[in-house]
């Protein structure tokens, strides 16, 4: 079964940095598009960041020069550095990614980790 499990979330001051975490487990084939999706109280959810398995990487507009999305396709993993935090950035972080297990490809979704900008 497989498993999307996020960390990294806590508490910063306006200006700070934090860097999260996504690790996939479990029967995995193979890996195409992950993604950082958040979700700040009563918003919608909204993609952040997206890296393709070579790499490729796009951002929304709103972190763009201040958020960076990697990569590791050896250990399943994705990182998501973020730094002059505002109070903006503060949601629920998701990590997404579509994955091959076995004969399947499917969304899957890790539970989120909370990111809380405040003074």
């Known amino acids: 079964q497989v498993q999307l499990v996020e960390s990294g979330g806590g508490l910063v001051q306006p200006g700070g940095s934090l860097r999260l975490s996504c690790a996939a487990s479990?029967?995995?084939?193979?890996?195409?598009?992950m993604d950082w999706y958040r979700q700040a109280p009563g918003k919608q959810r909204e993609l952040v960041a997206s890296?393709?398995?070579?790499?490729?990487?796009i951002y929304a507009d709103s972190v763009k020069g201040r958020f960076t999305i990697s990569r590791d396709n050896a250990k399943n993993t994705m990182s998501l550095q973020m730094n002059s935090l505002q109070s903006d950035d503060t949601a629920v972080y998701y990590c997404?990614?579509?994955?091959?297990?076995?004969?399947?490809?499917?969304?899957?979704w890790g539970r989120g980790t909370q990111v809380t900008v405040s003074s």
């Open positions: 997404y990614a579509r994955i091959t297990s076995g004969v399947w490809t499917r969304d899957y």
């Open positions: 479990g029967n995995i084939r193979s890996i195409n598009n």
């Open positions: 890296i393709t398995s070579g790499s490729s990487a």
